[in-house]
């Protein structure tokens, strides 16, 4: 077996692989609800007879395939969410349920694992290949979930990708360190005091309170934080009153906090409570804040990252890998690479000619240019199978 020979393996798997996505898009599933998707997986893996344990981290499941003779074990890693988003692709396979799309590719990233795990299931191996089908990313929970039920017991090295829309499918992107940023959320409630809109003077009013939280919170991405450690704040909802001469007794914000650095993560959640709470009390109004860590900076270990790009080269041509831009977007796969060395990083899933016009993840109208699933099957089982060839 050499490396570039799976490419062609793939692409005898592409007709099957692209059917198994169809299905998958057609009927989405939110996070923590990916019962049919798994059962879907589940099926699959016993027809190709790899052995699994479903119901791990919610809906996850964790397959294994292991060599006659022993050595490293390297997992493998997709995640099957879908997103509450109306899709408007206009797909002839577009999602049958109103308001959940697969709108980040997740059931692309399921297809590939499946392929990969085909591609593998006929080689020789020194070792074991451990596939992880995660639910939950999109609320950043599924990959903390499976860690606790076992899902990295004896893993020696991870590695995971995502499709990325705004690149051309046949390309690849990697990099060394930080790649993706910290997640953090944050969920605010105001508490004044209602009364008639136009006598505020006997009210509290929490809604010119929020609107000034929001401006401040902005300073401390400006005027806190170095101009060198990127910083994001978002206030992503506002919820108060219902009518134009009422004023409210309450406003809820809720929001989302990135950085690219966990030094700084950690120096966030006391910065956001400072003006979040003085500032309240300067409006004669009662704050909450909660603020929740959810996952860390994506930071891909040098050795592995390095493992991916020789892969990458030998398989498909180092000209079709670029060097991937820093990102403030976040993965719950930084987890995993808390716990083990891995890499993460990106397939293209965009169309030939001008990605850059594509719509990106998260998007109504996104599409996936399906010719990204058997390459991507074919690099999955490359990585793996080059760690644990017996040759
Ligand atoms: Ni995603």
Not at 72 to 93: K, N
Not at 100 to 127: N, Y
Not at 152 to 164: K, P, S
Not at 212 to 239: C, H, W, Y
Request: hydrophobic share 40%.
């Amino acid at each position: 077996m050499i490396l570039s020979s799976f490419v062609q393996a793939g692409k005898q798997l592409e007709a099957e692989l692209i059917a198994f996505r169809r299905d998958l898009h057609r009927y989405p599933e939110l996070s923590l609800q990916e019962s049919e998707t798994a059962e879907k997986v589940a099926k699959r893996l016993s027809q190709l007879g790899i052995e699994f344990r479903s119901g791990i981290g919610g809906y996850g499941i964790v397959a294994e395939l292991k060599g006659e003779q022993s050595g490293p074990t390297i997992a493998l890693r997709a995640d099957m969410d879908a997103l509450p988003i109306h899709e408007e692709s206009g797909l002839e396979f577009a999602s049958t349920r109103p308001g959940i799309m697969h709108a980040c590719g997740h059931d692309a990233h399921t297809s590939i694992l499946l392929g990969a795990a085909e591609l593998l299931v006929s080689q020789k191996i020194k070792g074991t290949v451990r596939f992880l089908f995660q639910g939950a990313e999109e609320i950043n929970a599924g990959a903390k979930a499976m860690i606790e039920q076992g899902a990295l017991d004896g893993v020696d090295e991870i590695y995971g990708w995502h499709n990325l829309p705004t690149l051309s499918a046949g390309l690849t992107a990697t990099r060394y360190g930080s790649l993706m940023g910290s997640v953090d959320r944050i969920e605010i409630h105001l508490e004044g005091r209602g009364g008639h809109g136009a006598i505020p003077d006997q009210s509290i009013d929490p809604v010119v309170c929020a609107s000034n939280i929001v401006m401040a919170l902005q300073s401390i991405v400006s005027r806190e934080v170095s101009p060198f450690d990127p910083v994001v704040v978002t206030i992503g909802s506002i919820k108060s009153g219902e009518a134009n001469n009422v004023i409210p007794h309450y406003a809820k914000m809720t929001g989302t906090i990135r950085t690219f650095d966990a030094k700084v993560q950690k120096q966030m959640p006391e910065r956001i409570e400072r003006i979040v709470k003085q500032i309240a009390e300067g409006y004669k109004c009662k704050a909450e804040l909660k603020y929740i860590e959810q996952t860390p900076v994506l930071i891909n270990h040098e050795d592995c990252n390095r493992h991916v790009e020789q892969v990458i080269d030998y398989t498909i041509g180092a000209e079709r890998r670029i060097e991937a831009p820093p990102t403030l977007a976040g993965e719950d796969f930084s987890v995993y690479l808390q716990h083990v060395p891995g890499c993460f990083f990106w397939i293209g899933s965009g169309p030939t000619i001008d990605a850059s016009s594509a719509y990106g993840l998260h998007h109504p109208r996104y599409e996936l240019n399906e010719d990204c699933i058997s390459l991507g099957a074919s690099l999955l089982a490359a990585i793996a199978w080059q760690k644990l060839a017996t040759e």
